[in-house]
């Protein structure tokens, strides 16, 4: 069985995660996000939901039943121990169905020979050790804001800073450029790892 080999793409609110990871996809990459994963917890697991009832009450569901992604939030945004609670709910659940994804495409008659997924607390939660690549997107303060619509807020000051994810990370791009600068040097990032695919032993 020949497992894709897993790619994680990480940076800062704003950076252009999203992008990179859409960009990956257009080259062939199976990719899923985060966000995705959350947002299928959030739809579907009845035990997420039952957790998040028991801490923040009833008021945080919508009028389908399920667990309302503004509500939460507003309660979090400014209550540390709050957002502690959440992310010590969801981040383990996450990892389990990203994990549970990869060994999925594994089984494929054809599988992809990569694999990503983007994952904004990577270091943070000490996810890096899950993935074989890591990919660190990065772009200054004022464009991140910009793109964001919203001025940055707390949640920055948790996140390791760019220069250490840049240490850490096995590719870096700055994407201060067009989409398709981002494009073009994604497809040269898939060329290296279809190429490190070939010559691992399976």
């Not at 080999?5 to 800062?12: E, F, L, N």
């Not at 991140?144 to 940055?152: G, I, K, M, N, T």
């Not at 994810?165 to 989409?179: I, L, P, Q, S």
């Not at 994604?186 to 290296?192: K, N, P, S, T």
């Amino acid at each position: 069985m020949s497992r894709p080999v897993a790619v994680a793409i990480t940076g800062g609110i704003g950076a252009g995660k999203s992008t990179a990871l859409a960009a990956f996809r257009a080259h062939g990459a199976a990719t899923v996000s985060s966000d995705e994963i959350v947002h299928h917890l959030l739809a579907a697991d009845d035990t997420v939901r039952d957790a998040l009832v028991q801490r923040f009450g009833d008021g945080i569901l919508g009028e389908d039943g399920r667990p309302d992604r503004g509500r939460i939030a507003a309660i979090v945004f400014d209550d540390p121990d709050a957002l502690a609670f959440l992310e010590g709910l969801l981040h383990p659940l996450v990892s389990r169905e990203y994990l549970q994804w990869r060994e999925q495409l594994a089984t494929l008659e054809h599988p992809p020979r990569v694999c990503v997924t983007e994952v904004p607390l990577l270091y943070e939660s000490g996810g890096e050790s899950r993935f074989d690549r890591v990919v660190v997107v990065t772009a200054p303060r004022q464009l991140r804001e910009q793109r964001r619509r919203v001025p940055l807020d707390n949640r920055d000051e948790r996140l390791l800073g760019d220069s250490e994810k840049v240490k850490r990370a096995d590719f870096h791009y700055v994407n201060t450029g067009t989409f398709e600068d981002l494009h073009a040097w994604v497809g040269e990032v898939m060329e290296a790892l279809v190429t490190e695919s070939d010559e691992e032993p399976k």
